[in-house]
């Protein structure tokens, strides 16, 4: 396994871009970065309902630039890119939906974005390291459990079908020699600075922002679908190894835990830790049948054979942190709809 000072000693005073870096895992990441000595830089174009947010990145060590921007803007991209040692490339619609009308969104989010954004790290960043972050969504239903990289893809939603699109832009760039791509497929992620106020955030953020509202917690259908949830710093690691660890031909990685649980379990869990009565079992909603992969665990070997990485935080750990972090402060956090801290005299709103 790779060891901290390792990764202290791959960042430490390297220019690094953060794309989507105010959101969820893009924040943690950056924050990360500054603890560990990098440059750190910020994009991000805080639209709407991608969880973006000033105060994600608020109280880390070091000092982190944020550029408010379209990661396709060729003005900010080129300001961004220029020197840069590393890109971390986290930008990207969230939503999950098989309905139509929020296609074309995605689309321009998670795919034309993503294109305009690879071309000019070919022309201002040649050869520069990405990490790309996927998601095990690209898989749709799983044929075996666990889930390894030669999987077959067969998405269920939009999301799923252009983050594959934008996964192969990477590869195909790397493939012909213009950029060092890699591309993480990462699992259910939750913890600090997730958007608690979005349901498009999955099932572990609707389930922490009940709980700490006080609300008793319901599970869809019997709840023995499979899950094996990331906590949010082991996810920042397995990206951070990604950026610097010297890789070969297979550039795919499925990122997730090696312990699984049941929807249920992890909802009587976290309803014993916040003082809540049992979980309700409720219907599973007929608009959520036709994007329901039903149980999914990850195959690591390969990101614990060439990354050096595997998780570390349990997730009785990963809660409880949860629930400390957001505490008393919880009610800001589930308001997030409001006019959100100004950046660079401008104001932002989610």
């Not at 709407?48 to 003005?75: E, F, K, L, Q, T």
């Not at 969504?137 to 939603?157: A, M, S, W």
């Not at 890699?182 to 979005?198: D, E, Q």
Request: hydrophobic share 45%.
């Amino acid at each position: 396994m790779v060891r901290a000072e390792q990764l202290t000693n791959a960042y430490e005073g390297r220019r690094i871009l953060v794309t989507g870096g105010l959101g969820f895992l893009g924040s943690n990441l950056a924050l990360a970065l500054a603890d560990l000595g990098a440059d750190v830089t910020v994009l991000d174009s805080l639209a709407a309902g991608c969880g973006g947010d000033p105060r994600n990145i608020v109280g880390g060590s070091g000092s982190i630039r944020v550029v408010v921007a379209d990661i396709a803007c060729a003005d900010a991209a080129a300001d961004c890119l220029r020197g840069c040692d590393a890109v971390f490339n986290l930008a990207a619609e969230i939503a999950h939906t098989a309905h139509l009308d929020a296609a074309a969104r995605d689309l321009s989010l998670n795919v034309q974005s993503q294109l305009e954004f690879l071309a000019h790290c070919v022309k201002y960043a040649p050869g520069v390291r990405v990490v790309y972050t996927s998601t095990r969504q690209v898989y749709g239903i799983p044929q075996y459990l666990p889930v390894d990289e030669k999987h077959t893809t067969q998405p269920l939603d939009f999301n799923g079908v252009h983050k594959l699109a934008a996964s192969q832009y990477h590869l195909l760039l790397w493939r012909m020699g213009q950029l060092d791509s890699v591309v993480l497929n990462l699992t259910n992620i939750y913890g600090p600075r997730i958007a608690l106020h979005l349901p498009q955030q999955g099932f572990l953020a609707n389930f922490l922002a009940r709980a700490l509202r006080g609300d008793g917690l319901e599970v869809f259908g019997d709840g023995e679908q499979l899950r094996d949830p990331l906590y949010v710093t082991d996810a920042v690691r397995s990206i951070l190894h990604a950026g610097a660890i010297s890789l070969g031909t297979n550039r795919v990685f499925n990122i997730g835990n090696p312990e699984t649980h049941s929807i249920l379990d992890i909802a009587r869990l976290l309803s014993k830790l916040a003082g809540l009565p049992e979980p309700a079992i409720r219907p599973f909603p007929a608009e959520l049948r036709p994007i329901d992969v039903g149980s999914y665990a990850t195959d690591v070997r390969h990101a614990e054979a060439v990354l050096g990485w595997r998780a570390t935080v349990s997730i009785e750990e990963g809660l409880a942190n949860s629930l400390r972090f957001y505490g008393k402060e919880v009610r800001t956090e589930l308001s997030r709809a409001r006019k959100m801290t100004s950046v660079d005299g401008q104001e932002l709103i989610a």
